[in-house]
T-cell receptor, first 115, second 114 residues
């Protein structure tokens, strides 16, 4: 099992540019989560999906952020336009339809730097 | 989600047991206790979870008090590679938008020294 795969590992962009982060969950997992980590705020849940449907997006900071899951094996997190304060490490995680017992498995993250 | 309280940092000597405490006094009957750790620059790694019974796996043991208001993660023989931030999280399966969410706090920085 390859685990949760995120791309790119590092992204450097200029303010105002569009950024797209990608995630491939573990095959068979029903839940997919996007987190953001900064020194100031720690690990924050942005949004999560169940069976490709967004369940809770209350953590998405503002309208510049959007996330999609067009199928069970792929999700994107898009920032448009990007700002320096969006600089962070973005993690994707997935789990089975867990019934309380299925842990989240995290990818290695995308480190985003907006200059 | 129930909130958790952990000490900000702990030290442990290599080869000794590391006992990491966590308070979750407002935990409800439909919430599990989960432990994760994060080694610098990596994604959080699952360690163990439990509902009310003590649990053990190849990585660690989890001791949950009878009233479920606190728990202790035990790394029986800590190594230098166990140096990480350890997160104690309560996770709800009660339904609604809290279902399945993992909400991370600040965690405990465990430093294992030679």
């Amino acid at each position: 099992d390859a685990g949760v795969i995120q791309s790119p590992r590092h992204e450097v962009t200029e303010m105002g540019q569009e950024v797209t982060l990608r995630c491939k969950p573990i095959s068979g997992h029903d839940y997919l989560f996007w987190y953001r980590q900064t020194m100031m705020r720690g690990l924050e849940l942005l949004i999560y999906f169940n069976n490709n449907v967004p369940i809770d997006d209350s953590g998405m900071p503002e309208d510049r952020f959007s996330a999609k899951m067009p199928n069970a094996s792929f999700s994107t997190l898009k920032i448009q336009p990007s700002e320096p304060r969006d600089s962070a490490v973005y993690f994707c995680a997935s789990s089975f339809n867990w019934q309380g017992e299925s842990p989240l498995h995290f990818g290695n993250g995308t480190r985003l730097t907006v200059t | 989600d129930a909130k958790t309280t952990q000490p900000p940092s702990m030290d442990c000597a290599e080869g000794r047991a590391a006992n990491l405490p966590c308070n979750h006094s407002t935990i409800s009957g439909n919430e599990y206790v989960y432990w994760y750790r994060q080694i610098h620059s990596q994604g959080p790694q699952y360690i163990i979870h439990g509902l009310k019974n003590n649990e053990t796996n190849e990585m660690a043991s989890l001791i949950i008090t009878e009233d479920r208001k606190s728990s202790t993660l035990i790394l029986p023989h800590a190594t230098l590679r166990d140096t990480a931030v350890y997160y104690c999280i309560v996770r709800s399966f009660a339904g609604g938008t809290s279902y399945g969410k993992l909400t991370f706090g600040q965690g405990t920085i465990l430093t294992v020294h030679p």
